[in-house]
């Protein structure tokens, strides 16, 4: 076997490029003729290639072991059964795994809605689950950065992550957002008038004829008192 060629110099002498049964005939002392033939495999040398996608690292375990940290081309090479050089190409992207923090501390009144915020890094689509402390709930395909979730709790709640994929890797996760459910109030005022009451502490209304009147405003907390 050989690799691209092979020149016959224990026999005649002649270069060959392609495999085949090639004869050498020479006369021996006797006059007759000897005959060698040679086998000959004319080999090639292989080029092939694998492309990787990976995050933060990547150990080349198939090719020379080592381990990659950046993106780039890497030659491992290896020399076959003819003697030819066999070179695979590892075509490696690295990574960064993504991050998502979690925000939206704010004080509702019961029943009102909350809006959590998500900072996301990475590259999308991502994928977030996340959890009131009691129950995980997924979200997938988001398409951008900040995504903002809404809830409806029904008591003090703390929302925190689980996890964050994006369309390589699994990323990290930090932060919570803690939502305060804030009270209603009321109040009764009494007031005992002459002909007319102006109501300059409330709504501001002048009353002329007996009744109960209501005055309501919204407080801190985005409930009506």
Do not use: M
Not at 24 to 36: F, K, L, R, S, W
Not at 60 to 75: F, I
Not at 112 to 131: C, D, E, R, S
């Amino acid at each position: 076997s050989a690799c691209t060629s092979y020149t016959w110099t224990s026999g005649d002498g002649n270069t060959y490029t392609t495999s085949g049964s090639y004869d050498y005939i020479t006369i021996n002392a006797g006059g007759c003729q000897d005959t060698v033939t040679l086998d000959l495999t004319i080999g090639t040398g292989v080029h092939t290639s694998v492309d990787v996608n990976a995050c933060d690292s990547y150990t080349w375990t198939t090719g020379n072991g080592n381990t990659y940290t950046t993106s780039g081309s890497y030659d491992y090479i290896t020399t076959n059964a003819t003697g030819c050089k066999d070179t695979v190409t590892l075509d490696l992207t690295i990574n960064t795994p993504p991050t998502a923090v979690i925000s939206g501390d704010q004080t509702i009144c019961a029943g009102n809605q909350a809006t959590l915020t998500l900072a996301l890094t990475g590259t999308g689509p991502w994928t977030i689950v996340y959890t009131d402390g009691t129950t995980q709930v997924t979200e997938n395909g988001i398409a951008s950065s900040p995504f903002l979730i809404s809830v409806t709790p029904g008591t003090n709640t703390t929302y925190s992550l689980v996890s964050v994929t994006d369309a390589n890797c699994t990323g990290t996760v930090s932060g919570s957002a803690a939502i305060t459910i804030g009270n209603r109030s009321h109040t009764t005022l009494p007031v005992s008038a002459c002909t007319s009451y102006t109501w300059t502490s409330g709504d501001g209304n002048t009353y002329t004829t007996t009744g109960t009147h209501d005055f309501i405003t919204t407080n801190a907390t985005g409930c009506k008192d």
